[in-house]
């Protein structure tokens, strides 16, 4: 069985990790989508759990995915689960420059490939980070999410 892996903080789930996960469900038989507690990013908008549960929520209609926490490094989480791939999702080359440093270090110390999925040209401008400022600000975010998210983000007020 072909596992791979989709890590992120997912915080919160946009549209665009949407999109990424169920085109490399597509090319595997099982997508871990690995939702890290990351502590480098302070002011999270939403808990570990609640992402894990909004994520279980989108993907409950797409059977070869799975959503999983975890914590430490992405490629003990790989062999942990007997993932052989990690997918990473690019919106443009600042994106690839960062990505490509961390694909050669996964590979390096964990013999983990990695494999890009450009994103959508109608959601490559979207990011956590520009949905958490929108939210901040009482902006409508309900086309960068989706509804379950945006209804958990209308909830929080």
Known sequence: MKTFIYPGSFDPPT???????????????????????????????????????????????????????FDGLLVDACHAWGATCIVRGVRGMDDMANEMQLAAINRRIGDVQTIFLPADETLMYVSSSVVRELAHYKSDVSSFVPKVVADAIDSKG
Do not use: Q
């Open 15 to 69: 549209c665009g990790h949407a999109d990424i996960a169920r085109r490399a469900a597509a090319l595997c038989d099982k997508l871990i989508v690995a939702v890290l507690g990351n502590v480098n990013k302070p002011g999270a908008m939403f808990t570990v759990s609640e992402r894990v549960k909004m994520l279980e929520e989108v993907f409950r209609n797409t059977p070869n995915i799975e959503v999983k926490h």
